[in-house]
């Protein structure tokens, strides 16, 4: 499309001109031409979902609320389910994913859930839509669309996220089933480099899916993950990841992606689970808040971290110290094992435990809440909160 | 942070030899040092003007140069709680292969350079790039503009320099404020991205952006507000908060539309501080009300202060039009200007 538009409009490219000998090219003359011109000036596509994409990311990045994360791959689901002794069925799924999205009141502290696409279609067991329960309890639904990591050729075994063949209709069918913003989450590897590769692979492909997204009605959630594994002190992830949001927003600017319909899902700036080094949660906010005012733009509306194998109680004490004083967008949480680790535990696959299961998830959606807002206290925090949940090479 | 101070901007007063001849000339007087060093010591002597200005941008000249009675500019401005700056680039020249395009040359010898400027008072320094809508910009212009932009501040830092860093986008053309809004945030991913790549400390630099504006001969003028709006949104997509000061050109706008540009950009809180770095139009009246005449000097220096005030309201979201004269509303585009 971009080209398209260069060869109409720019007047160098018409002719085919000898200048010192050598025929004008269009590589090396292209003009810096973006899109057509919107109507409202103000787009940097001629998105008909722009003010759509805008609101939502601002509903999403709302003050003392966050995002349920829940949109584990069926082997991933699996997984926890095993960890409580059941089977890895849709029925079982079907009822994990009720017990969350039903949970009374969760809308007070969660602005929006990610869904795995099974979930998207599915019913609570009450036959309900899974998408209208969390419309009703004012909570965005959302989908997960990469297609997962794969390995990256020619790098030092890194990976790749695949997804984008046929993400277009896809999102656009997403969107018709109820979801309003969508979730794609890479990896970037500090003990394997990471090499220049991996990294621009990684934030090509962020860009690239973002892009496709927003022309679909959906807020991209741009997930760049530096992993926790490796035994790298604090200053060395504050470099990668420097490099890595870098690379992103370069990319992300070059797609023409509107900033102001986005959300970023970073990792914290800790030092690798191995390292012998530990961080409190005053060091991370302090790395990770520098890592954010030299790299996001104040048009991003917000940031909303992973926990990737934090205890529950850490990725809540990170959050809150990150909140002590305004920031220019909203930083808040995207958790999945840090909001469902207790609440797992506690159902254990019985609907006699359903309830209490529900409080756990509330407990710990009303901390992240109060962390988000700066006010959160350490106070009643159980030993189960407490538990790392670092798992080394852990895989999704 | 001293520099992006509640209040203050900065008077850029580094126009080469051969432009500051232009300035002389346009009220008769010849190109000479004496003359030279007469204007820049009218302005930079005139009493209390660190009220409203934090900084200076001087030519190599001036840095080096005292005032009639022996004193060095440099002390001058450190009693009047000025930060002396220093232009380091050395001008604009064609770009091979470009749409008859220019680019910044200036990276040779200029570690040495800095140094030297380090020990002789600057603390920060300032390299002008241009980019031009009508011949594009074609990708190249723009990518060794900005890579030229990041290279230099790599090189400042590395000196105890503050960088400036200036890639104006001409307001030559008749292009829609919504191409300008487009170019300029193509230009400044690319400027960010390299300052990164060269490790540039994004809390040690300054910018001196252009607002985005239509071009000179659009049809349709933008008021303050629109201007504020188009620039603030380019900001806010470009712009990361670890950077303390975007301290804007004023390029051939009249005394008071840069002031007025200025004040509709500081009606709410933004997460740098947003100031001006002007020459022309912080300077024109001045210029006039001397002539070159010692009888004129004081009231030539109060005109200074009265733009200066003038703009430290407006970076305060405060400043009201009431008062000001026919002189500070006449515009100083000039097409196809150059330094």
Request: neutral net charge.
């Amino acid at each position: 499309m971009a080209s398209a538009s260069l060869l109409k409009t720019s007047p160098v490219l018409d002719k085919s001109e000898w200048v010192k000998g050598h025929t004008l090219r269009q590589p090396s003359t292209s003009a810096v031409r973006c899109q057509p011109v919107a109507p409202s000036g103000l787009t940097v596509r001629a998105s008909s979902y722009a003010d759509e994409l805008v609101k939502t990311a601002k509903a999403i990045a709302s003050p003392g609320r966050g995002i349920l994360a829940m949109d584990e791959s069926n082997a991933t689901c699996g997984k926890r389910l095993a960890s409580i002794g059941l089977e890895n069925t849709e029925a079982n799924r079907q009822a994990y994913r009720t017990l969350l999205v039903s949970a009374p009141g969760l809308g007070q502290y969660i602005s929006g859930a990610i869904l795995f696409e099974e979930t998207l279609y599915q019913t609570t067991i009450d036959g309900k839509k899974m998408v209208d329960v969390l419309v009703e309890q004012n909570i965005v639904p959302g989908i997960k669309v990469d297609k997962g990591l794969v390995p990256l050729a020619g790098s030092n075994n890194e990976s790749w996220c695949q997804g984008l063949d046929g993400l277009a209709p896809r999102s656009a069918a997403y969107y018709q089933q109820g979801a309003r913003f969508a979730k794609w989450r890479t990896v970037v590897s500090i003990p394997n480099g990471p090499t220049e590769l991996a990294v621009k692979e990684a934030a090509w492909g962020l860009a690239r899916y973002a892009a496709i997204s927003q022309d679909n009605g959906l807020v991209p959630i741009v997930e760049p993950e530096i992993l926790l594994d490796g035994d790298h002190r604090i200053d060395r992830t504050f470099e990668v990841a420097k490099k890595v949001w870098a690379e992103v927003f370069f990319y992300l600017a070059q797609n023409n992606v509107m900033f102001e319909g986005i959300l970023l899902k970073p990792s914290m700036v800790t030092p690798g689970a191995e390292c012998k080094d530990r961080a409190t949660p005053q060091q991370v906010a302090n790395y990770t808040l520098s890592l954010l005012r030299q790299r996001i733009p104040p048009a991003v509306p917000g940031i909303m971290f992973l926990s990737g194998g934090q205890s529950e109680v850490e990725a809540t004490l990170n959050l809150n110290a990150m909140n002590q004083a305004p920031n220019p967008w909203h930083v808040s949480f995207s958790y999945a094992r840090a909001l469902q680790n207790t609440c797992l535990k506690k159902w254990g696959g019985r609907p006699e435990n359903v309830k209490d299961a529900q409080e756990a998830l509330l407990i710990r959606a009303k901390a992240n809440s109060l962390a988000q807002l700066g006010k959160y206290t350490g106070e009643g925090e159980s030993e189960e909160a407490k538990q790392g949940m670092f798992v080394k090479g852990y895989v999704y | 942070k001293t520099i992006a101070s509640s209040g203050r901007g900065i008077l850029a007063i580094d126009e080469s030899n051969a432009t500051c001849g232009k300035r002389l000339s346009s009220i008769g007087l010849d190109n000479t040092e004496p003359n030279r060093q007469a204007y820049r010591q009218l302005l930079l002597t005139t009493p209390g003007l660190g009220e409203y200005i934090s900084g200076a941008i001087l030519f190599e000249e001036t840095l080096y140069q005292s005032t009639t009675d022996g004193k060095k500019f440099v002390d001058v401005l450190h009693d009047q709680k000025i930060i002396p700056g220093i232009k380091v680039d050395k001008g604009l020249v064609p770009l091979p292969g470009s749409n008859n395009e220019s680019w910044c040359q200036g990276l040779d010898g200029l570690s040495s350079r800095s140094a030297e400027y380090y020990k002789q008072g600057a603390r920060f320094a300032k390299w002008r790039t241009v980019v031009s809508i009508p011949c594009g910009p074609s990708a190249l212009a723009v990518k060794e503009a900005a890579w030229g932009l990041a290279r230099y501040a790599a090189i400042s830092q590395d000196n105890g320099l503050v960088p400036i860093v200036e890639p104006e986008i001409l307001l030559d053309g008749d292009h829609p404020i919504e191409r300008t809004l487009e170019v300029a945030e193509k230009v400044w991913a690319e400027v960010f991205y390299y300052l990164a790549e060269n490790n540039v400390i994004f809390e040690g630099i300054l910018l001196k952006p252009s607002m985005v504006t239509p071009g000179a001969e659009h049809k349709e003028r933008a008021n303050p507000e629109t201007i504020a709006k188009y620039t603030l949104t380019m900001l806010k997509r470009r712009v990361p908060p670890a950077v303390p000061g975007i301290m804007f050109l004023s390029g051939g706008q009249s005394e008071m539309e840069a002031t007025l540009n200025l004040h509709a950009m500081n009606q709410s809180p933004n997460p740098w501080h947003v100031s001006f770095s002007y020459a022309r139009a912080l300077q024109n009246t001045v210029l006039k009300t001397w002539q070159g005449r010692p009888e004129n000097v004081e009231a030539a220096q109060k005109a200074l202060l009265v733009r200066a005030k003038a703009n430290s309201l407006a970076q305060l979201g405060k400043y009201s039009a009431e008062g000001e004269s026919e002189e500070a509303k006449k515009g100083m585009f000039v097409k196809g200007y150059t330094y």
